[in-house]
DNA sequence: CCGTATGGTTCATTAAATGAACCGATGGTT
DNA sequence: AACCATCGGTTCATTTAATGAACCATACGG
């Protein structure tokens, strides 16, 4: 099968790499890259996905390895991604507190609904998944920890462009709003009315938007300072959650918010 | 506060870079510094953690945050680790799919005992703690995900030592054996004596061990092909877990660990 | 108003990253 | 068995590109 052009992988439709290092550019591009792969990577196919020669991927892989964030398969010699990943990102989890506070809140919400709960919040104007309480149903739901949301297309995003930094969504304006189904809300006309109303009822929605036939409901969460420190949401089938939800959901998500902002030193009701 | 030398953070006592390219090794142990510390750090503190000119760091750190492994705070223009590290380490969780069984088994396990449970496996010959359900006390325990617990002187290490790889023992006395408190067993004798028991009895205890006051007990987890696949452990003080556990306490240990065992495909018993 | 921090930039020097060609091993195919 | 095409890894001459001294502009404190 013919993998994505790996340089594609990482630096998407940005612009230039600026002025940075090179060598570094390279080392950091193949990390990722065998970050994304589902398998362990040979040398040569790494060579040809980034059409470098087999020495130069050979001795920053040593590199990478020296440093465990890559690791090589003993039995097939191939290269997969090293423990320091895991343990570095780990260690960022403390940086956010918002998460250890969340958990139990989240946990009861769960089991008050039944439905999966995810924890977001904004870095650098992207709103990212930071925990997941898997629903009570057979099937897995839920976005993994780690994803990185559209904000324009998700009830975690929506509600990070409501409650979030001012100028966010000019910045969200900026680029295209991309089509994920035929239902997303793309326009920005629609995107500003639809902002309006998230903003007016303090709970958003993102029925067809991402995915067809999920659903999601996000409530923000606020920090000490009154500001958005981040959102809760349940996430299900549109027949489980419809466009409109119940009033018991709506409440018992606000319900949550509030006692994790208010544990967050959040002053307001 | 004098930070402690940025090179030997991550270099350690380890012998020689190997041939890699000095560039990228440059910026992993520049990531790895970020990564570990508490607060944001200026370019200027970093050039001369690193011995080098600010436009060399400044030049890697455009490189690392173009990748958004590295964020500058913009208010106080430093540098901190950035989301991207936390997104690629949760990519690394699915890799463990042990980690997906087990969870519901270690929460059962703390609800039936009260104490923190951890859950560990074996990567490059290093006991690394994948998931931690905190305890049901006042105060939190455990180690958190990403800790590198010591071989010889954990109940998670020493359950690898007697049911893992067959040489890992022999790997793990060719450097010494740190003693972490007087009571660390830290002579060869003396862990060879304990690991016949270990094997024997099918459980580990680890009691002022690594820290004075705290004790472990682990048991080992085996996957479809009979093999060691890692280890689940309770944490508590001394006094809740003594040096040679209740009955209770080892046959709830031993029950999860088949459980999750049997979920991972293996067939014994 | 100076002194000394800070983050960031420029540019000549040279150190170091690079790739073509190579090796030894492995594994199918003829 | 001989062959060919892979594989991972290494060598070494070439030249690219990483480097640091010196340089701004700015901010803070006495």
Redesign the pocket.
């Known amino acids: 099968m013919p993998l994505r052009q790996a340089s594609a992988a990482l630096q998407d439709e940005r612009a230039v790499p600026a002025?940075?290092?090179?060598?570094?550019?390279?080392?950091l591009r193949l990390l990722d890259f065998l970050a994304r792969s589902a398998e362990p990577?040979?040398?040569?196919?790494?060579?040809?996905q980034f059409?470098?020669?087999?020495?130069?991927?050979?001795?920053?892989?040593?590199t990478l390895a020296y440093h465990d964030f890559v690791r090589?398969d003993p039995a097939?010699?191939?290269?997969a991604p090293g423990i320091k990943l895991f343990i570095l990102g780990e260690r960022l989890r403390e940086r956010f507190d918002i998460l250890g506070v969340a958990r139990s809140e989240m946990v009861r919400l769960r089991d008050e609904t039944g439905h999966a709960v995810t924890l977001s919040t904004l870095v650098d104007d992207q709103v990212v998944v930071l925990d997941l309480i898997q629903g009570h149903s057979i099937v897995n739901f839920g976005t993994q920890p780690g994803t990185v949301l559209p904000l324009h297309a998700s009830a975690h995003g929506k509600v990070a462009l409501a409650f979030g930094p001012e100028d966010l969504l000019r910045r969200c304006l900026a680029r295209p709003l991309k089509a994920w189904t035929p239902h997303t809300v793309s326009t920005r006309a629609a995107l500003e009315r639809d902002l309006v109303q998230i903003k007016a009822r303090g709970w958003a929605t993102s029925p067809n938007q991402v995915l067809q036939g999920i659903n999601g409901i996000a409530v923000p969460v606020f920090n000490h300072a009154g500001r958005y420190a981040g959102g809760i949401s349940c996430a299900g089938t549109v027949q489980t959650i419809p466009a409109t939800p119940s009033a018991a959901i709506i409440k018992a998500l606000k319900r949550a918010a509030a006692q994790i902002s208010r544990r967050l030193g959040y002053a307001g009701k």
Request: aromatic share 2%.
């Open positions: 002025n940075g290092t090179g060598t570094t550019d390279l080392s990577v040979g040398l040569s196919e790494l060579a040809r059409q470098a020669s087999k020495a130069t991927i050979h001795r920053h892989l040593q090589q097939t010699m191939r290269y």
